[in-house]
Structure formats: C-alpha cells, structure tokens
C-alpha cells in the first residue's frame, strides 16, 4: 500500500458530534484520508446512510461503560456488526477488562489525568490480544496549558509500554465535527510532540489501521461496514 492511505479510525457524526456523514466523508476526502471510521458512542447510531466517491466509510462503534462487568456484553452485541470496534477508555478495571477481550480492535481516550490506568500489565495483554491503543490527539489540539502538559506526558509514557510491549498503536482526531479533522501530514507532526517517529506515526495513520478493518472484513464480495459510494456535491463542511 502507498504511504497515502490513511485512515481516522474514531470519527463522531449525527446525533453524537455535530456534523453529517457526507460532511465528514468531504472533508476526510479532501484532506487526504483514503477512509474514516464512523465510531458513534452505542446510545447515538449515526444515520445508515452517506456517500463519497473514493473513500471508504468504515462502520464502527465506540463502547462507553461505567461498569467494566457490562463491557463483555456491548463487545458480544456489537463485533458482528461492526468493523472497528472501540472502548472508550477510564479506571484502570475498564481498560483492563478492554485489553483483555480480543474482540475488542481498539482502546481509546484513556484518562490524561494524574492516573490513566494503564501500565506494564496492560500493556502485555494488549499486545497478546493485539487491542491497538489510540492516541486522541484532541487532547494535544484542544488543551492548554497545565492540562495539555499532563496529556502530553502520559502520551509519551503510554508510548513507551507500547514500543516495550509491541502493541499496536494508531492517531486519530476523535472529532466530533468535520472542523475537528486535521489532514495527516499535521496528525503525524502533532505526534512528534510526545516522541513518535515519522515512520511510527505514518503507521500509526496507514497500515495498522487499514489491517483492523481488513482483519475483521466478512469474506463477501462487498465487505460488510465499507461502501465505495458515489458523492454529487463539490461542497466541503458548510
């Protein structure tokens, strides 16, 4: 694959962020994303319906529990359906209890406070169920001063045990608009802040992430959750 195919796996649309499908599919598109992860949280499915012509729209969906005993049961509702499949990080049982699941693809905004509850141990287990940890850069984005300090430091520790452990990792926006959406080359120079490679960061947007969706592709003819769809409007975000 060439080093242009990248993917934002943890996108927000109607009803969960404040932009439609096909403004997101634009904007994606014109940025230079080859597809996007549509990651609604479960309680705000997005509506079925989007088009753009040359890019790939990837179903998923992000799972959101306060209690880590429910997590396991979202997960078993949701992998048939779907082809990215995140945990929306928090304590320490949650993450513990999303690493741990290989039908999970994805372990998402972990806390950026004075704990993120992740360590050595979750980190092992993420690379044995091969549960990829993503780096929200809208912390980096949308943060300032002490609070973008803290993110920035528990970025480049979480970047360490992943290296140690060889656990996958990928960028993505979590935007929740289309005004959200930074085109790649600025995601990857945005993860040189907390100590990611060029060659890691450029993973991180392609290969990684399009492996997660091949990896849970159904053997059809037209892969469930992806549509190579045909888009009429020049517009971008408006």
């Keep these: 694959m060439s080093r242009s195919d990248y993917y934002d796996l943890n996108v927000h649309v109607l009803p969960d962020g404040s932009s439609s499908v096909n403004q997101m599919l634009s904007v994606a598109n014109h940025l230079g994303y080859s597809g996007i992860g549509i990651t609604n949280h479960i309680d705000k499915e997005p509506p079925s319906d989007g088009s753009h012509e040359g890019i790939e729209l990837v179903q998923g969906v992000e799972i959101e529990v306060r209690n880590s005993s429910k997590l396991h049961g979202f997960v078993g509702k949701f ?142 003819s037209t892969p469930q959750g992806v549509r190579i769809i045909q888009y009429n409007s020049q517009e971008l975000c408006q």
């Design 79 to 220: 992998r048939k359906k779907v082809d990215v499949l995140v945990v929306h990080g928090g304590s320490e049982s949650i993450n513990r209890s999303a690493v741990e699941n290989p039908n999970v693809d994805v372990l998402t905004n972990l806390p950026t406070g004075r704990d993120n509850g992740f360590n050595h141990v979750l980190a092992k287990s993420a690379h044995d169920n091969e549960v990829a940890i993503a780096f929200n850069l809208d912390a980096i984005i949308n943060q300032r001063g002490g609070r973008r300090v803290h993110a920035l430091g528990h970025f480049r520790k979480n970047l360490q045990l992943a290296r140690k452990y060889n656990v996958p990792t990928i960028l993505t926006s979590n935007a929740m608009s289309c005004y959200d959406m930074r085109a790649p080359r600025e995601m990857i120079a945005l993860a040189g802040l907390f100590g990611m490679e060029e060659d890691e960061a450029n993973a991180a947007l392609s290969t990684i992430p399009e492996g997660i969706i091949k990896r849970n592709r159904r053997n059809t």
